[in-house]
Each structure stands twice: as structure tokens, then as C-alpha cells.
């Protein structure tokens, strides 16, 4: 009886065991690999973090580097050093744009004689052009001039300029070469007859009485004013500056 139930016992043991050692296997899921199949630990390796670390910062700092970039390390020998990768996906910025060329005018403003010379050249004088201005002279053989009638005697010619001058009256010359125009004082030489009258008239209203007009036939010189490379401000102001003088001519010319 004893070795009937020491016979059941082993049986049952041997039952249990079996039970707990196989059991896993009968209940698992066929479709799913064992666990240990997936880790595949004979084949992991260990990464070296120092290459790593070094293969960062070997990225310039400046660099921007995406969300999206990656950085590989090789280790497909272990006695091989890794060997980094970067991915960026960053876009390459364009190259600056050059700035655009200024845009510069050359002109001519003339012609200028007597008063409205010394004002021109005043005006522009402000605008500090240095060697982008420059002068030329223009000759005509006739013209038209606004003038007082000759004196005879140096003393008149003096009283003349005194009244002048208290009158505000600064451009003026005194004809002294020997002649039909000796003692005359000359207060302006013009190209047209229209400019010359419009004169006439503003020296009447500043109380010139004997300034007088008339056609001169000789040789009569007037003053251009060559001016380069102005930029668009500088044009504008030259523009600006040729309204005061309804007389004058101001154009555009070829930049040498």
C-alpha cells in the first residue's frame, strides 16, 4: 500500500513539473517569436558613447541642424572606430543680393552773365558739389546788355557806384578802355533780349533810374555750369535751384 501511494505521488510530481516547464510553450502565441529569439543577444553590441559625444560636437555650432537630421555610428566591427554620419535637412541660405547700382545724372546749366552768375554760383556753392562741378565758357558774337550811359568825368563815375551800391546794387563794371563806352557802367550782359528787359525792369524797381538797354554787337562771353555725377538727391535739388533762374537752360548730358 505504501509503495502504491509513494508510485502516486512520483507521478505526480513528475506531471507537475512537466506541467510548469512546458505549459508556457502550449499556451503562447504561435505568430510571435520567443523572446529571446528577438533579442538576439549574441549579436548586440555596446555603442561608444565617447565617439558619440565627439561626433556632436564636431558639428559647427552654427549649423542649423533639423529635427529630422541623424546621426549614425557604425559598429559593424568591433575594433573599428565609429564612424559618424550627419543628416541635415537644413536649407542652404542664398547668397546676399548685391546692392543696387545708384543712378547718377550729369547736366549742363547755363548760360550766366552778370548778376544771375554771381547768384547761380552762390546756390550751388551750397551744395557742396567740389570737383563734380565744374565751368565752361560760351562766346557770342551779339547780345544784349543793360547798362548806364557813360559819364565824362571820373568823379560822376564815382557817385554812380556810391548809389549802387546804397541801393543793394553789387554787380556792375566800369568800362575803361578809351572810346565811345568809356566811363560806362555795365550792370549785365544777356544772350536774348528778353531776359535783358526782364533785368531792366527789377533794377527800375530797386530804384536804378538811368539803366538803360541796348544790342551789343562784340564779342560776349557767358558761364556754363558742368555738373557730374549727381545723385538723385543732388539732381533734384539742381532742379529745384534752375526754377529761380526762368532764363537759364538746364539739361541732361552724356557722363563722360
Not at 533579442?39 to 533639423?66: H, T
Not at 550751388?124 to 551779339?142: F, I, P
Not at 551800391?165 to 572810346?179: N, P
Request: net charge positive; glycine share 6%.
Amino acid at each position: 500500500m505504501r509503495k502504491w501511494i509513494f508510485g502516486v505521488l512520483l507521478v505526480a510530481n513528475v506531471l507537475f513539473f512537466t506541467a510548469m516547464h512546458w505549459g508556457g510553450m502550449l499556451t503562447a502565441d504561435a505568430v510571435l517569436p520567443r523572446a529571446s529569439a528577438e533579442l538576439n543577444a549574441d549579436k548586440m553590441k555596446l555603442l561608444n558613447m565617447a565617439a558619440v559625444s565627439a561626433a556632436v560636437s564636431a558639428v559647427p555650432p552654427e549649423a542649423p541642424v533639423m529635427a529630422s537630421s541623424v546621426l549614425a555610428v557604425s559598429a559593424a566591427a568591433p575594433d573599428a572606430a565609429p564612424t559618424p554620419a550627419l543628416v541635415s535637412h537644413a536649407a542652404v541660405p542664398p547668397p546676399p543680393l548685391k546692392p543696387n547700382s545708384v543712378k547718377l545724372s550729369c547736366m549742363e546749366w547755363g548760360e550766366f552773365s552778370g548778376p544771375d552768375l554771381t547768384r547761380a554760383s552762390k546756390a550751388l556753392d551750397g551744395l557742396s558739389l567740389g570737383s563734380r562741378l565744374k565751368q565752361r565758357v560760351s562766346e557770342h558774337t551779339s547780345g544784349y546788355w543793360v547798362y548806364i550811359a557813360p559819364v565824362k568825368t571820373h568823379a560822376q563815375v564815382e557817385r554812380k557806384v556810391s548809389q549802387l551800391k546804397t541801393l543793394g546794387i553789387a554787380d556792375y563794371f566800369v568800362i575803361q578802355e578809351s572810346g565811345a563806352w568809356q566811363n560806362a557802367i555795365s550792370l549785365g550782359v544777356f544772350k536774348t533780349e528778353d531776359a535783358a528787359k526782364k533785368y531792366l525792369l527789377r533794377l527800375r524797381e530797386s530804384g536804378v533810374k538811368s539803366a538803360t538797354l541796348g544790342e551789343r554787337a562784340s564779342k560776349l562771353k557767358f558761364t556754363v555750369f558742368v555738373l557730374n555725377s549727381l545723385e538723385g538727391a543732388l539732381a533734384s535739388q539742381v532742379a529745384v535751384l534752375h526754377k529761380e533762374f526762368p532764363d537759364s537752360e538746364l539739361k541732361l548730358v552724356p557722363c563722360n
